[in-house]
């Protein structure tokens, strides 16, 4: 439990908590010497792009601390409050925790240089070309684009996903796995519907992104994105009965910070899958209710169904509430399985396939799962280990891992501004694809690959010194048509407007398009909504749609009740103004026509 008091005498207060020392950080201790009670002495501080040695401050007033611990990874200075606070202080044999103190002056300083990346000692490292991009060549023999990664290395030395908790939501984890951090008996079989082992022989995936989230770095095999975060998982895939998908994304709420979510709608069919009520529900308790209030962070896979699929088609991925990650191959470029859309978030990387370069994570231990020992591309002495996982699947826990690092950095951010600073600290990948536009808030986006990829670096910087998102506002707006109408088959697209007016909204986070259309086949349709700024987003494409023997099939009247997609794209725009929806059908044959349309912006 932390104390948050003001105390006159924070030498009193810190002699007075008496602690044993009940863990231990990758980084000396900073410490306090009663003989010279008015300074603390600190291993190390980053500031800006310089990293220093044996900094010694002066203490103006404790501001708090804590008895257990560790919460944090290193030591960080707010320089907007001329605040410190200390991931772990010695005095004596006694050890505080998140101890925050403002900073009285500067005494002295040791040493210092530019901050450099952190390297870690795991053997596998060296294949991870999605943390480090030196060219490695992935089995084909082609090399990645140097530099394309998510540049994390700097971001480690301000965090590493200490005492921050991920969900695996999956087909399993393998809870025993030698280089994954689980919590001892807080996993879930929904086999058995109990707490127990997630894990067999067959939970490769689970077990793979958990890996890539959180791997534990600087021991054996290969490093997570947020190597020092704890992990559980949930074998939500390996049920046998259904109905346990709103359980899953709020399974132990108070304790998780972050599920990860490498499932979906099925892939490459074209159909239309709306979301359960009661999992839209439950992500709904769990932004609000998660974390204190502050509201968990959901990764949400896109999807690999390119490219017939699009994201848009996938009422889980279209929720207002959980981030839908995208996939980039080693040159930076859309995976070609990864699902375009008007609620692709960002994106990470996943590579291509086995035969030419995807990533090097965890697998089931022993000789199961994806490394087998029979293939050319297996990892040859290590088979708790692959070289072989793809995906959105794998770019989801990636951003997780990142959410990791956010929230160890910055514990007070809700799950928008995780939100938020993702999309605006991406990097601009692939410059010369020609979809990028700039959004009327003056950001750059793409249906491919929504606000960019993640910069783990720039992403952290941002949230050390973020100033929080005012309550969220929510405004909607239906179009009133006098009568339905007509869809010309294979013909002009149809206009229609609404005006949303008053709202307050002046920077939209989400907006959610409500479409409803008697039309028998939505894969003649193309629907794009252009927003009072002029941004187009597009969330439905003409397509075939085929069914799980790939064989063509009507893509079904999907649209007959009302189909609720999701825009991330429009974020930092104004809601206000007249909204633009055009629908064509593009296909000759079935015809139909638009019934009704409304938007719900959510912003500030």
Request: charged fraction near 15%.
């Amino acid at each position: 439990m932390k104390t948050r008091k003001m105390f006159r005498s924070p030498v009193r207060a810190l002699a007075a908590a008496v602690l044993t020392l009940t863990a231990t950080l990758a980084h000396s201790a900073s410490t306090w010497d009663p003989a010279r009670p008015t300074e603390v002495k600190l291993d190390s501080l980053v500031f800006g792009d310089n990293r220093y040695t044996d900094v010694v401050v002066t203490v103006g007033d404790l501001l708090g601390f804590s008895q257990t611990g560790p919460s944090r990874t290193y030591n960080a200075f707010n320089p907007a409050n001329g605040s410190l606070t200390i991931a772990h202080l010695s005095v004596g044999n006694q050890s505080f925790y998140d101890v925050v103190i403002r900073v009285g002056g500067l005494v002295s300083v040791g040493g210092g240089g530019p901050l450099t990346e952190l390297t870690p000692t795991d053997p596998l490292f060296s294949a991870q070309w999605h943390l480090k991009n030196t060219g490695q060549s992935g089995a084909g023999g082609d090399p990645a684009l140097v530099g394309e990664d998510l540049n994390v290395g700097k971001a480690w030395r301000l965090a590493t996903g200490t005492a921050i908790q991920i969900a695996v939501v999956d087909d399993g984890l393998d809870i025993h796995h030698e280089d994954l951090r689980v919590v001892s008996g807080k996993s879930w079989d929904y086999r058995v519907n109990a707490y127990g082992d997630p894990s067999s022989s067959t939970s490769s995936h689970g077990t793979s992104c958990g890996g890539l989230a959180a791997a534990m770095g600087n021991n054996m095999g290969v490093t997570g994105v947020a190597f020092n975060a704890r992990l559980v998982g949930y074998n939500l895939l390996a049920a046998t009965t259904g109905g346990y998908g709103a359980d899953a994304v709020t399974k132990d709420l108070p304790s998780n910070h972050i599920y990860t979510n490498s499932y979906g709608a099925a892939d490459g069919t074209g159909v239309m899958f709306p979301e359960e009520t009661a999992w839209s529900e439950a992500i709904a308790t769990g932004v609000t209710q998660g974390r204190g209030g502050k509201g968990v962070v959901y990764t949400w896979a896109a999807g690999n169904g390119a490219p017939v699929d699009r994201s848009d088609y996938d009422g889980q991925g279209n929720h207002p509430m959980v981030l839908a990650i995208g996939s980039l191959n080693g040159q930076g470029k859309r995976s070609s399985y990864s699902e375009p859309g008007s609620n692709v978030l960002v994106t990470a990387y996943g590579g291509e396939f086995c035969a030419t370069q995807t990533t090097t994570t965890t697998d089931v231990s022993g000789p199961g799962g994806y490394n087998d020992g029979n293939k050319p591309e297996d990892i040859s002495g290590s088979p708790n280990y692959t070289r072989c996982m793809n995906g959105t699947s794998a770019a989801t826990p990636q951003v997780a891992g990142l959410a990791a690092l956010l929230l160890e950095v910055n514990p007070a951010l809700t799950w928008r501004d995780v939100r938020k600073i993702l999309a605006t600290t991406a990097r601009k990948n692939d410059p010369a694809h020609a979809d990028w536009v700039t959004n009327g808030a003056g950001f750059r986006v793409n249906h491919d690959y929504g606000f960019g990829v993640v910069d783990a670096l720039a992403a952290v910087r941002a949230a050390q010194s973020w100033t929080m998102l005012p309550a969220q506002k929510t405004a909607g707006a239906e179009a009133v048509l006098a009568a339905a109408l007509p869809l010309a088959d294979n013909g002009t697209a149809v206009t229609s407007t609404l005006s949303l007016q008053a709202s307050g909204i002046s920077q939209l986070e989400f907006v959610e398009l409500r479409v409803t259309s008697d039309h028998t086949d939505v894969g003649n349709l193309e629907i794009v909504l252009t927003s009072p700024a002029g941004t187009p987003s597009t969330v439905s494409a003409v397509r075939g749609c085929v069914n799980a023997q790939q064989e063509p099939v009507t893509c079904g009247a999907g649209l007959s009740s009302g189909f609720r997609f999701g825009i991330a794209r429009l974020m930092g725009e104004a809601a206000d103004g007249t909204w633009t929806l055009s629908v064509r059908d593009g296909k000759t044959g079935d015809t139909g026509s638009l019934s009704a349309w409304s938007i719900r912006a959510h912003g500030y």
